[in-house]
Nanobody
Framework: QVQLVESGGGLVQAGDSLKLACVDS????????MGWFRQAPGKEREFVAA?????ANRESVNGRFTASRDNLEKTLYLQMETVKPEDTAVYYC?????????????????WGQGTQVTVSS
């Protein structure tokens, strides 16, 4: 059974940088795209960033967040720069259904438990 475990969340101040990690226990991490989503209180889950299976193409909801991956370590990362209070949310990593990434949650079939990021002003 594939499991995704996120880490790296916490309480930070506005303007700080933060790097989240997601370790995939599955066998085929390097064969699929990976994504990051977030959900703030009272809001729907939204797309944050994604990266294709070899890291050649990536997408981000803004210019401050960047997804990257280490296929040997089966780990997905989210580098967050200049965080803002509105970035406060639970961040989830997700395993794609194929090699190309998608921007909506239906393109992903396995989700982590999430890691809380809280940005104070």
């Amino acid at each position: 059974q594939v499991q995704l475990v996120e880490s790296g969340g916490g309480l930070v101040q506005a303007g700080d940088s933060l790097k989240l990690a997601c370790v995939d226990s599955g066998r085929t991490f390097s064969d699929v795209a990976m994504g990051w989503f977030r959900q703030a209180p009272g809001k729907e889950r939204e797309f944050v960033a994604a990266i294709d299976w070899i890291g050649a193409n990536r997408e981000s909801v803004n210019g401050r967040f960047t997804a990257s991956r280490d296929n040997l370590e089966k780990t997905l990362y989210l580098q967050m720069e200049t965080v803002k209070p509105e970035d406060t949310a639970v961040y989830y990593c997700a395993r794609g259904r194929n090699r190309a990434y998608g921007l909506t949650s239906d393109n992903y079939d396995t989700w982590g438990q999430g890691t809380q990021v809280t940005v104070s002003s």
